[in-house]
C-alpha cells in the first residue's frame, strides 16, 4: 500500500467508526504525527492529502519549518514540551496538544504575550495515572483550566491524552470516555470564563475506532500512514 492508500484506510477507519457513533464524519480531523518523518515524506503526504502535521520534537519542527515542509497544512505540536523550549513552539503552530503542567502553561503564556499573540492550547491529561507519561491528573486538570481563563497569551481548546498501548480493541474505551466526560465537566464549570472547548485529541494508531466512538475530535495517526517507526530505545522524543 502506498502512502494514498493508507491515508483513505485510516480516513475510511474514522468515518466508519463516526457513522456507528451517530457522528459526523467531518468533525473530525485526521492529523498525521510526522515525528522521525523527512521533509519529502511530510510533503507527500499533504499532496496525498494531509491537512494538520503533528510535530513531537522542537528540532524537527524547526528544521520542517525551515524547509517550508509543511507548504499547504496546518502544524501541530504534539510532545513533550520542556519550558525552556517554547519560544521554538509559541506563535510558530496553531495548536500545543501537549501541555502538561502548570509551570510549561505558565511559560507559554509569557512567550505568547511577549509576541503579542493568544496561542491555542490543549491541557495533557494523564487518565491511568502512569508515572512514565506527563500529564494533569484528572483532579488538576480543572484548576489548570481555571488558570487559562486567568490568562491572556493563551486560549484552552480542550483536551488530549495518550493512554497505554492497547492491544485488543475496545481496551481504551473507558480512557476515552472519561477524558470525553472530563471536558463536558470543565466547559460546564467554565460557562462565563471566555472558554471555548472544542477539542478533544485522542487515538491513534491501534485504537482510534475507540476514540471516534467516544467523541474524539482530532485523531493523532503515525505508523498506520508511515510504516512502523524505530524503537523507542533507539530515539529521543
Ligand atoms: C507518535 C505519536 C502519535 C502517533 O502514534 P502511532 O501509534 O504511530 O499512530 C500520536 N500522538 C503522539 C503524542 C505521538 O507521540
Redesign the pocket.
Known amino acids: 500500500m502506498n502512502l494514498k492508500q493508507r491515508i483513505a484506510n485510516v480516513r475510511a477507519g474514522i468515518d466508519a467508526a463516526a457513522l456507528a457513533a451517530g457522528r459526523d464524519p467531518a468533525s473530525i480531523a485526521l492529523?498525521a504525527?510526522t515525528?522521525t518523518q523527512n521533509s519529502d515524506v511530510i510533503r507527500a503526504a499533504i499532496a496525498a492529502g494531509i491537512s494538520v502535521c503533528?510535530e513531537?520534537r522542537v528540532q524537527e519542527l524547526t528544521a520542517h519549518l525551515a524547509d517550508g515542509a509543511y507548504e499547504g497544512a496546518r502544524v501541530h505540536f504534539?510532545?513533550h514540551l520542556q519550558t525552556n523550549k517554547v519560544r521554538y513552539v509559541v506563535g510558530k503552530v496553531e495548536l500545543i496538544?501537549?501541555v502538561s503542567s502548570e509551570k510549561l502553561l505558565t511559560a507559554i503564556a509569557a512567550q505568547a504575550d511577549k509576541l503579542g499573540i493568544v496561542q491555542d492550547v490543549l491541557l495533557e491529561v494523564n487518565l491511568a495515572g502512569e508515572l512514565s507519561k506527563s500529564g494533569f491528573t484528572p483532579e488538576e486538570a480543572p484548576i489548570a483550566a481555571a488558570l487559562c481563563a486567568r490568562m491572556n497569551g493563551v486560549r484552552l481548546r480542550g483536551l488530549?491524552c495518550?493512554p497505554p498501548?492497547a492491544s485488543r480493541p475496545g481496551d481504551n474505551l473507558p480512557h476515552f470516555q472519561k477524558l470525553r466526560q472530563l471536558a463536558v465537566d470543565i466547559s460546564q464549570e467554565m460557562v462565563d470564563n471566555r472558554i471555548d472547548m472544542d477539542v478533544l485529541s485522542m487515538g491513534?494508531?491501534?485504537d482510534?475506532p475507540d476514540a471516534v466512538s467516544a467523541g474524539s475530535t482530532c485523531i493523532?495517526?503515525?505508523?498506520?500512514?508511515?510504516g512502523?517507526?524505530l524503537p523507542v530505545s533507539s530515539r529521543k522524543?
Open positions: 492529523l504525527a515525528k503533528g513531537n504534539i510532545g496538544h501537549s488530549m495518550i498501548a491513534m494508531s491501534g482510534y493523532r495517526v503515525g505508523s498506520a500512514l508511515f512502523p517507526r522524543d
